[in-house]
């Protein structure tokens, strides 16, 4: 290997060779590096093991300061609880809701009960527009007759009535901020409280210095209390003007009352008039049903009593023309033909009367038949009077004398 190198630096590089004396000795490369420990590094050492072990007087010193956290909280909490139920008492007796206090929303929409109704009507163009041209038709003779009927109820309150309403729904506003400050301030009293922990600093100090430590650390509540004794005190002023601003908005009120009776009543009748409309159109579809099938029935009965009256006609040029004389007994009469009791029939069958009168026209036949058998010579045939009944005109003998 030194032969190759030396014969190659010959021919090849020419590269001055230094002497071996003046080399330095080759050292041993480093395998690892050692790194230095932090024992006091606890992501080298871990979690300290001993951090719970705290002294029994600093326990004590610990649990007597959240005594004290406690009491603060209590006394905080009873004043609050207070005013609370001094205000809910005030706003139940008011009946004043934010919410509802002025309902002129509600007039801006179509109650859905009425939308339903107007889309049932809007798939039938024809049918409204039908019924608007009946009711243009009849205004003109309606409305002289109800000369008491005023204009629609308008929901806009006047100008004054405004204002009124506008300055009690800024107060009630405030009302509802002092509740949520309070209750704000009250919840960050709490965390407060929950996450104070002076342990440490307890382990430290002497006994002889805990209610020092104590009134320094309570410091801290100060400017919470500062804050929660300001928003009780402006509950007085709050619930005053609130007073006040109800008693202008008793009137503001009772006419609210009445627009949103006569809005409800409107609504009401809309909906009644399309129920009716509709019960009404069902009516009078089952009575066009039904004379449609009367028509039908009275034009049967037409032909049937045509029928019987052509075959009563028949059957009296046939006795004129008999060829025995007058003074003669005519022989019987046959029975009338079928058409003229199944007339009858069809007629009773149209209304529960005509089963009487089917009884009695039955109870005419049978007198006309005796009348004709016991007939005197020399009688005859005579016209038919007015008051003869139409219906006996069905009878074959209705052309004889009555006896």
């Known amino acids: 290997r030194y032969n190759s190198a030396k014969k190659d630096n010959d021919f090849i590089y020419h590269e001055a060779v230094p ?27 871990g979690p300290d093991i001993f951090a719970k072990l705290v002294p029994m007087a600093a326990h004590e010193a610990s649990s007597l300061y959240s005594e004290e956290k406690a009491k603060l909280l209590r006394d905080v909490m009873a004043k609050i609880e207070a005013k609370n139920e001094v205000l809910d008492q005030f706003m139940d007796s008011m009946q004043l809701d934010p919410e509802t206090v002025d309902n002129l929303d ?3 929409h179509i109650p859905p009960v009425l939308m339903e109704k107007c889309a049932a009507l809007s798939v039938r163009p024809d049918t409204v527009r039908n019924l608007v041209q009946s009711m243009q038709g009849l205004a003109p003779r309606v409305f002289p007759a109800v000369p008491g009927s005023g204009p629609a109820p308008d929901p806009a309150p006047p100008p004054d009535d405004k204002q009124v309403l506008q300055n009690l729904k800024r107060i009630l506003a405030k009302v509802q901020e002092m509740r949520d400050q309070r ?3 009250e919840q960050q009293l709490r965390e ?44 007085e002023n709050v619930l005053k003007a ?4 109800n008693v202008k908005y008793a009137a503001v009120r009772k006419a609210l009352a009445e627009v949103e009776h006569k809005w409800n009543t409107t609504v009401q009748t809309l909906v009644a008039s399309y ?5 009404l159109m069902k009516k009078s579809q089952e009575g066009k049903d039904f004379y449609t099938d009367l ?7 037409l032909e049937r009593a045509r029928a019987a009256c052509q075959a009563s006609e028949a059957h009296r040029q046939q006795l004129l023309e008999s060829p025995e004389g007058p003074g003669a007994p005519p022989e019987p009469p046959a029975a009338p033909p079928a058409s003229s009791s199944s007339s009858l029939e069809l007629l009773a069958s149209l209304t529960p009367e005509a089963f009487s009168l089917d009884a009695s026209l039955k109870g005419k036949q049978r007198m006309n038949k005796q009348n004709f058998l016991q007939a005197q010579p020399g ?10 009944d139409p219906l006996s005109m069905l009878d074959p003998l209705w052309t004889l004398n009555k006896a």
């Not at 002497?19 to 992501?43: E, I």
């Not at 609130?242 to 601003?245: G, I, K, N, V």
């Not at 129920?275 to 019960?279: F, I, K, T, V």
């Open 19 to 45: 002497a071996l004396d003046t080399l330095q000795s080759v050292k041993g490369a480093p395998l690892v590096k050692a790194l230095p420990v932090n024992p006091t590094d606890p992501a080298v050492t």
């Open 295 to 301: 028509e039908g029935k009275a034009a049967k009965l």
């Open 192 to 235: 407060m409280i929950q996450k104070d922990d002076i342990t440490t600093s307890l382990v430290t100090t002497d006994r002889s210095e805990m209610k020092k430590l104590f009134e320094e650390q309570l410091k801290k509540y100060d400017q919470l209390k500062v804050y929660l004794e300001q928003n009780l005190a402006a509950q």
């Open 183 to 185: 209750m704000s301030l």
């Open 106 to 108: 509600m007039y801006n």
């Open 275 to 279: 129920e009716a409309y509709e019960d």
């Open 379 to 388: 009688e005859g045939l005579r016209a038919p009077r007015p008051s003869d």
């Open 242 to 245: 609130l007073t006040d601003a």
